[in-house]
Nanobody, 122 residues
């Protein structure tokens, strides 16, 4: 089992920045690929970004490329999402996810965190 807990959400003006954190725990969590998804009101959950277990490979949705950066700290067993130039349409609940491989974490993660709300005011 892998447990994930997100933090860092909040209210920010358009054009501002936020940094989300996800703390992972569990016997094999350090060897998992990690990702971020989001779900806006009335919409389906969508992929945002992912990072391989070693951090060498990163993946982004087209809507966030150039604005969001995913990173991880193996020593702390944590993954981060730096969000810059935030837009109103980035408003959503953001979820941390984990899965043994990088392809799977982008489509069918095995584990999810409870989510953290990000609200961008226009």
């Amino acid at each position: 089992q892998v447990q994930l807990v997100e933090s860092g959400g909040g209210l920010v003006q358009a054009g501002g920045s936020l940094r989300l954190s996800c703390a992972a725990s569990g016997r094999t969590s350090s060897s998992y690929a990690m990702g971020w998804f989001r779900q806006a009101p009335g919409k389906e959950r969508e992929f945002v970004a992912a990072i391989s277990w070693g951090g060498a490979s990163t993946y982004y949705a087209d809507s966030v490329k150039g604005r969001f950066t995913i990173s991880r700290d193996g020593a702390k067993n944590a993954v981060y999402l730096q969000m810059n130039s935030l837009k109103f349409e980035d408003t959503a609940v953001y979820y941390c996810a984990a899965q043994p491989n990088s392809r799977g974490v982008r489509t069918t993660p095995d584990y999810w965190g409870p989510g953290t709300q990000v609200t961008v005011s226009s």
